[in-house]
């Protein structure tokens, strides 16, 4: 499996018939020239058998090894993630059964044998409001396709991971890229070090799953596993799909210095009112002050703060008709965690923002391009997140040890060796060699 990575091979079939032709390889696995390979069936049944503890325990183990040489400080993490294609194909997709709809039952010998439709993960009923935003993008496209330039157009296929799933691999999701098509892809979620570009972690996520809700997940065994050498993370940089208000708060709790740009849609400024920070109130252009009144949370679980002037101030207001026309006072919905927004707003526009971008860009994306294109993780030749994330933590793997064999040391290069004096037939060979020469010059 380790040579699967190394040789950038993906399939098993196409893996054992490498090694039978290569002799380098055969000399690494132990086997001899006339030795007969397993099959192709053993390494995938036994890449199933093994834990995904052993494999955690060997990116561990080599992660130590790069730690001991010096190629990793742990001072500042650049997170990133990436789309890997599945091992699953949008043809096979089927409908997810509505949440009412009872599991199959198959009568067996007057026995009573229970048949789930598929994994419960994957055909657990989505929320309505969900479902409600499905339909409504459906209705969308529906209505955009009934003009007169699209009635030739055939009905297309709407897939979504609310609606479908995959019953040859149920943890495979949908996922668009702007660009690209539809494809049932896994998340590779990966932590590097900016030293050296050393992967400090490395999971496997749902691909319909957002990079914002990740992190919590990526940072707590990330911070475990560099505090096991003592190396403490000071910071941490990652694009705007990392931007969270809930992300700020984890790391800035932690000690840790977010180097986030905010996300495009937050507003610093509300334009025509002031806040005061002290009070925690918002003052309207008439002068009229709305006070915090309680938090609320959207069906996704997002906390925002409410703002709302009296009733009174906005009935007697003269800029009511223009301001408010329907509403009986003025509301202000705010993000609870506005003040770590505005704190990585500061750092974003600041030098040291700037640098740190570049800094993002010039270390994880070489790693994740070196991954996809010469280490095999352009697809998942398994099924389940499970054998997934052993497929992506042997990719790592493979990277680590070869950037542990590139490293040498610049102490062995200025190392002297005393050499013994040569022996004493040494210096007869020396002397014949000299008469030699002397009775036959050139």
Same mark, same amino acid.
């Given at each position: 499996?380790?040579?699967?990575?190394?040789?950038?091979?993906?399939?098993?079939?196409?893996?054992?018939?490498?090694?039978?032709?290569?002799?380098?390889?055969?000399?690494?696995?132990?086997?001899?020239?006339?030795?007969?390979?397993?099959?192709?069936?053993?390494?995938?049944?036994?890449?199933?058998?093994?834990?995904?503890?052993?494999?955690?325990?060997?990116?561990?183990?080599?992660?130590?090894?790069?730690?001991?040489?010096?190629?990793?400080?742990?001072?500042?993490?650049?997170?990133?993630?990436?789309?890997?294609?599945?091992?699953?194909?949008?043809?096979?997709?089927?409908?997810?059964?509505?949440?009412?709809?009872?599991?199959?039952? /198959?009568?067996?010998?007057?026995?009573?044998? @229970?048949? *789930? &439709? $598929?994994?419960? =993960? !994957?055909?657990?009923?989505?929320?309505?409001?969900?479902?409600?935003?499905?339909?409504?993008?459906?209705?969308?496209?529906?209505?955009?396709?009934?003009?007169?330039?699209?009635?030739?157009?055939?009905?297309?296929?709407?897939?979504?991971?609310?609606?479908?799933?995959?019953?040859?691999?149920?943890?495979?999701?949908?996922?668009?890229?702007?660009?690209?098509?539809?494809?049932?892809?896994?998340?590779?979620?990966?932590?590097?070090?900016?030293?050296?570009?050393?992967?400090?972690?490395?999971?496997?996520?749902?691909?319909?799953?957002?990079?914002?809700?990740?992190?919590?997940?990526?940072?707590?065994? /990330?911070?475990?596993?560099?505090?096991?050498? @003592?190396? *403490? &993370? $000071?910071?941490? =940089? !990652?694009?705007?799909?990392?931007?969270?208000?809930?992300?700020?708060?984890?790391?800035?709790?932690?000690?840790?210095?977010?180097?986030?740009?905010?996300?495009?849609?937050?507003?610093?400024?509300?334009?025509?009112?002031?806040?005061?920070?002290?009070?925690?109130?918002?003052?309207?252009?008439?002068?009229?002050?709305?006070?915090?009144?309680?938090?609320?949370?959207?069906?996704?679980?997002?906390?925002?703060?409410?703002?709302?002037?009296?009733?009174?101030?906005?009935?007697?207001?003269?800029?009511?008709?223009?301001?408010?026309?329907?509403?009986?006072?003025?509301?202000?919905?705010?993000?609870?965690?506005?003040?770590?927004?505005?704190?990585?707003?500061?750092?974003?526009?600041?030098?040291?923002?700037?640098?740190?971008?570049?800094?993002?860009?010039?270390?994880?994306?070489?790693?994740?391009?070196?991954?996809?294109?010469?280490?095999?993780?352009?697809?998942?030749?398994?099924?389940?997140?499970?054998?997934?994330?052993?497929?992506?933590?042997?990719?790592?793997?493979?990277?680590?040890?070869?950037?542990?064999?590139?490293?040498?040391?610049?102490?062995?290069?200025?190392?002297?060796?005393?050499?013994?004096?040569?022996?004493?037939?040494?210096?007869?060979?020396?002397?014949?060699?000299?008469?030699?020469?002397?009775?036959?010059?050139?």
């Amino acid at each position: 499996m380790l040579v699967s990575r190394l040789e950038n091979l993906v399939s098993d079939r196409r893996l054992l018939e490498h090694c039978s032709l290569r002799l380098d390889i055969l000399y690494f696995l132990g086997y001899e020239v006339d030795e007969d390979l397993p099959w192709h069936s053993t390494v995938s049944r036994t890449r199933q058998l093994f834990p995904a503890a052993v494999f955690e325990h060997l990116f561990d183990h080599v992660f130590a090894q790069c730690v001991a040489a010096g190629l990793v400080t742990g001072h500042t993490q650049a997170v990133d993630s990436a789309f890997v294609k599945a091992n699953a194909s949008l043809e096979s997709l089927c409908e997810k059964p509505p949440a009412d709809v009872p599991t199959p039952v /198959l009568q067996v010998a007057s026995e009573v044998v @229970e048949r *789930p &439709v $598929a994994s419960p =993960v !994957a055909v657990r009923a989505s929320p309505e409001h969900h479902l409600r935003r499905v339909a409504a993008a459906h209705a969308r496209y529906g209505r955009n396709n009934s003009g007169p330039l699209g009635r030739d157009r055939p009905q297309a296929r709407l897939l979504s991971n609310k609606t479908h799933y995959s019953p040859a691999d149920p943890d495979a999701r949908i996922s668009v890229k702007p660009g690209k098509a539809r494809a049932l892809n896994y998340l590779c979620s990966l932590a590097v070090d900016e030293e050296h570009g050393v992967i400090s972690h490395v999971q496997a996520d749902f691909a319909d799953r957002r990079d914002s809700t990740l992190l919590p997940s990526i940072v707590e065994p /990330l911070c475990q596993r560099l505090l096991a050498h @003592e190396l *403490p &993370v $000071a910071a941490v =940089v !990652a694009d705007t799909n990392y931007s969270n208000g809930l992300n700020y708060a984890l790391l800035e709790a932690r000690g840790i210095t977010p180097w986030i740009p905010v996300f495009g849609q937050y507003k610093p400024e509300i334009e025509g009112f002031t806040y005061d920070k002290e009070t925690d109130c918002f003052t309207c252009p008439a002068g009229k002050q709305l006070p915090f009144k309680r938090f609320d949370s959207d069906p996704d679980g997002r906390l925002s703060k409410r703002y709302s002037a009296a009733t009174g101030d906005c009935r007697r207001c003269p800029r009511k008709p223009t301001c408010i026309p329907k509403s009986k006072s003025r509301k202000i919905t705010r993000t609870a965690y506005d003040a770590h927004y505005r704190r990585a707003l500061a750092r974003q526009q600041s030098r040291p923002g700037r640098r740190m971008r570049r800094l993002r860009q010039r270390t994880v994306e070489p790693v994740f391009g070196s991954l996809l294109q010469h280490y095999g993780m352009r697809r998942v030749n398994t099924r389940g997140r499970s054998s997934a994330h052993k497929t992506m933590l042997l990719t790592a793997v493979a990277f680590n040890l070869k950037k542990l064999l590139k490293h040498q040391s610049t102490k062995t290069l200025r190392l002297t060796i005393a050499l013994p004096k040569p022996p004493l037939e040494g210096q007869f060979l020396s002397f014949w060699r000299k008469l030699y020469r002397r009775q036959y010059p050139r």
